[in-house]
């Protein structure tokens, strides 16, 4: 029996005891959904289940239905959390690696070393931890997407350029769908070769040191590596650059573990061959003479200047049997690739896929719905989600989505704008991912801005090497920048870019709002008023003038004028103006909201909105040319409109607004600040229709409101208020015969009318009975009019009945196109009640069916008159 299917017996055999006896649930199905044996919904139930004799039901329905495969990574996570247990029930007689390496003479120390690195690498300090604060690594580790792959420079601009969905087809098409595994790195390739060297490049804030520990602990619990390496050695670069004097090889990892340098000289002289050694941040490494002219020296004890000593051991000069695995940002891979022996093998952390992302905030928030409400948040906004691929930007946005949540907030209340997700970022790194700063950082940022704008006007994402040199001081030490090396015929050519177009764009923006008075205004809105700018620059330079924002920019000595933030608000004012006298592109208007919106200035928000006579995303420009017609908002255009909204009391006009379903639902709560909205909404159902005449029935502040919804094109609605007029056009398609009709009654009652039914009634049922007998339903019905092809016996009954029995009901008229000789009778015969009055305007048809004269007939409780017109 193979070592799965023994241990998946002693599960089965020693059940009933595990139930009873286990308490560390939680840690063991925390390590077996990282591992990815236990799927994110059976977790759940599990972490919901209240005691651990529940959660242990719950996830027996998963060893049971995972097999010998799942049953044995259970049974190695219960010899971690459980052992005296364990020890109580006998374990299978299959030894895991701790245990077999118990045996050799070395074995007890690497034991005791592997116990270490599992209780200190298993949490994590985050950067905003409190004292004595940490998170299991196991709550937040998240696969992310590696790649073996140089890719080439048409390649690097489409990922440079590319967001949202087609970055990840992007992606996809880079690895075949495929992500190397961590536990793969030093896998044997097609021809069976493995590396002696791996290199690990990922830019700043994408994970290399997260993944370092990762592989650490993932080791150290006997996941990885298991029976290759004996003994992994972590040593960190900006660690190994404070190390005073002259250290050997031994001496500097002993610096940084728990082993003495008497242990590790024998664990190495042992075994060199299955000796790992993971160095972090190569980037960091102060190299302070040329490589070449490194003393090579080649023995373990001989003693050094520490950094010449890791370069013995990166060259292979010292340990060469032994693994290396690097991580470097791009900016170093050149210099450590002409220094690490070989084989090498290249990877590179691109970031967090999709999916990874998805991952990532249900880790973070370990609650279904908590995690629902931020990833679609997130996921509406085009700019953010591609931001999220970078590991570190997933965790800004969940810690500010959830202080949030803890305040009683939903994700889009009070939303945190894009731009100061940035800002954070560009924080995050220079506080925690810069070593030394060779300039300070106004002069840093600037430099990156005027480096983006040169970028943004020449339309470049890659950047040569002799601008970056010119305008930056050190590209190699900046966390902001990333260098490729293409192949260019039989020469390697060096480039530079942004993380992706979006940091371009934020530090184009960064570049204008700081500018000095004379260059200021004149570039600032000649660059704005470009038909070719770009967006999201205008969108982030506003973002830019938050107060909140301008406050962290000030802790990092940066400056807005007074001056640049009149200017910029005077030109949106300007631009509504334009708006108003009906210029505008869908973009234009939409690029306005998210200017309030990224803005963020309450009183100024209104102050604008408060001007904008008629905000139209189809503008006169558009009808005539017939482009963009019937655009969608996209659901980040909704948060920034609603947003808008919640700052006014009320607004004039909007305008050829196309909405989904679930977007109207979003705005619904404002729509009733808009005294007339023209909206068409994809799709909705009637109970969306039922609750956007509810939304617009609460909101009381106006006097006269018109709202008119088209539903396919083929059902239009509009309101006013007081009285209350909703009328109802119907297209051909929902029913037959009837064209429109509306209804006026005090707007008191509007409440009480099921809107859902009627909806359900003109749309599906198309039913004339069933309408007449839901309109007996209104109490307080004063007024009806309704438009019909042809006035036909059935719509003489039909509203002769209506008004018999809608005793309210004072003014009946009905436009038809034509009176047939049928209607006409059953009129004649007929007079209605003293209070109330019906007029049917319409060609008179007579038997020949020519209907040539227009006329009027008036039926009240005197009876039947008819006027020719
Ligand atoms: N795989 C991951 N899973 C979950 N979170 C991650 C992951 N990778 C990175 N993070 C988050 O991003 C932060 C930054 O990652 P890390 O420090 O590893 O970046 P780095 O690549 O080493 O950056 P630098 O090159 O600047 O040193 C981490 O503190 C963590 O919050």
Same mark, same amino acid.
């Given at each position: ?10 599960? $089965? ?28 919904? @059976?977790? !759940? ?23 010998? =495969? ?17 020890? $109580? ?9 701790? =245990? ?30 409190? @004292? *004595? ?11 992310? +997407? ?88 972590? +040593?960190? !670069? ?111 952390? #691109? ?28 996921? %509406? ?54 070593? *030394? ?7 840093? /940022? ?5 480096? %983006? ?8 994402? /890659? ?49 204008? #709002?700081?500018?000095? =008075?004379?260059?200021? /205004? *004149? ?59 009906? !210029? ?74 196309? +909405? ?36 617009? %029935? ?94 036909? =016996? ?21 436009? %038809? ?53």
């Amino acid at each position: 029996m193979d070592q799965d299917s023994e241990r998946a017996r002693f599960v $089965d055999a020693h059940w009933a005891k595990l139930v009873q006896r286990v308490q560390m649930v939680m840690p063991i199905a925390d390590e077996l959904q990282s591992s990815g044996m236990l799927e994110w919904e @059976p977790y !759940c139930k599990i972490r919901a289940a209240d005691t651990n004799q529940e959660k242990m039901r719950e996830l027996y329905e998963v060893l049971h239905s995972g097999g010998d =495969e799942v049953k044995s990574a259970f049974y190695s996570s219960l010899e971690k959390h459980e052992p005296s247990l364990f020890r $109580d029930l006998g374990s299978t007689g299959h030894h895991t690696h701790s =245990e077999k390496t118990h045996s050799s003479e070395i074995s007890p120390v690497i034991h005791k070393y592997m116990k270490r690195i599992c209780s200190e690498y298993q949490y994590v300090t985050e950067y905003n931890s409190l @004292p *004595g604060e940490h998170v299991l690594l196991s709550e937040r580790f998240t696969q992310p +997407l590696i790649l073996r792959k140089h890719r080439d420079r048409k390649e690097r601009e489409e990922e440079i350029c590319s967001s949202g969905e087609r970055l990840q087809q992007v992606l996809s098409s880079r690895s075949s769908g495929d992500s190397v595994h961590l536990s793969s790195l030093f896998d044997p390739d097609d021809h069976g070769n493995s590396p002696s060297s791996v290199i690990l490049q990922g830019n700043s804030g994408n994970g290399k040191s997260f993944t370092v520990q990762k592989i650490m602990m993932d080791w150290a619990s006997g996941d990885f590596y298991k029976g290759r390496f004996d003994i992994v050695f972590h +040593l960190k !670069c900006k660690e190994i650059n404070r190390i005073p004097g002259e250290k050997s090889l031994v001496e500097i990892l002993s610096c940084s573990c728990s082993l003495s340098s008497h242990e590790i000289s024998q664990i190495l002289q042992q075994s060199p061959e299955k000796v790992l050694v993971v160095i972090d941040g190569f980037d960091e490494l102060k190299l302070t003479q040329d490589i070449n002219d490194m003393s090579a020296h080649t023995d373990l004890l001989q003693k050094a200047p520490p950094v010449d000593t890791l370069c013995a051991l990166l060259r292979g000069r010292i340990l060469p049997e032994s693994f290396l695995l690097v991580s470097s940002r791009s900016t170093a891979t050149d210099t450590l690739s002409n220094l690490l022996k070989g084989p090498q093998r290249f990877s590179e952390i #691109v970031g967090f896929s999709e999916k990874g992302v998805e991952e990532y905030f249900q880790k973070f928030f370990q609650n279904e719905e908590l995690f629902r409400e931020a990833y679609t948040y997130v996921k %509406a906004n085009e700019t953010l989600i591609t931001a999220c691929s970078i590991p570190v930007v997933c965790w800004i946005i969940c810690t500010t989505i959830q202080e949030r949540f803890k305040y009683g907030a939903g994700a889009t209340s009070g939303l945190e704008t894009t731009t100061s997700i940035y800002v954070d970022f560009v924080c995050t790194l220079l506080e925690h991912h810069c070593q *030394g700063l060779s300039q300070s950082v106004p002069t840093l /940022l600037r430099s990156l801005g005027q480096l %983006a704008e040169r970028g943004m006007q020449e339309q470049q994402v /890659l950047l040569d090497e002799k601008s970056v040199n010119e305008t930056i001081s050190d590209p190699a030490g900046n966390p902001f920048l990333c260098k490729f090396l293409f192949k260019r015929r039989i020469y390697q050519e060096t480039m530079f870019s942004f993380m992706h177009l979006s940091f371009q764009e934020f530090f184009t923006a960064l570049y204008y #709002v700081l500018l000095d =008075e004379e260059e200021s /205004l *004149g570039k600032l809105t000649r660059f704005f008023d470009d038909i070719f700018t770009k967006p999201a620059v205008v969108q982030f330079a506003f973002g830019l003038l938050n107060k909140d924002v301008r406050f962290t920019l000030k802790k990092h000595g940066l400056f807005i004028r007074p001056k640049t933030q009149a200017d910029l608000k005077e030109w949106i004012l300007k631009k509504i103006k334009s708006q108003n006298q009906g !210029c505008s592109l869908f973009s234009e208007t939409v690029l306005v909201l998210h200017c309030l919106y990224e803005l963020h200035e309450e009183d100024f928000v209104k102050e604008a909105m408060g001007s904008w006579k008629k905000i139209d995303p189809r503008g006169k420009l558009l009808r005539k040319r017939n482009i963009e017609y019937g655009k969608l908002l996209r659901r980040t255009d909704c948060c920034a409109l609603l947003y808008c909204s919640q700052c006014c009391q009320s607004i004039e006009e909007i305008s050829n607004l196309y +909405l989904s379903s679930e977007d109207l639902s979003m705005i619904l709560p404002e729509l009733h600040k808009f005294k007339e909205a023209r909206l068409t909404i994809r799709g909705p159902s009637d109970s969306d229709l039922g609750e956007l005449i509810y939304a617009l %029935a609460r909101g009381q502040t106006l006097s006269s409101q018109c709202v008119r919804v088209s539903i396919y094109r083929s059902l239009v609605l509009s309101i006013n208020k007081e009285p209350s007029s909703f009328c109802i056009e119907i297209g051909r398609h929902p029913h037959p015969d009837l064209l429109s009709f509306s209804l006026t009654f005090p707007h008191s009652e509007t409440i009480n009318i099921d809107w859902t039914r009627l909806f359900q009634i003109i749309i599906h049922q198309r039913d004339s009975d069933a309408l007449l007998s839901f309109l007996y339903s209104f109490s307080n019905l004063k007024k009806m009019v309704m438009s019909v092809r042809c006035l036909t =016996e059935m719509w003489s009954v039909w509203t002769l009945k209506l008004t018999q029995n809608c005793p309210s009901l004072t003014e009946l008229t009905v436009n %038809a196109g034509f009176l047939l000789e049928d209607g006409i009778r059953i009129l004649q015969s007929s007079n209605t009640r003293p209070s109330c009055a019906m007029t049917f305007n319409g060609f008179v048809c007579n038997a020949q069916s020519i209907c040539s004269q227009k006329a009027k007939i008036l039926l009240n409780y005197q009876g039947f008159s008819i006027k020719s017109l």
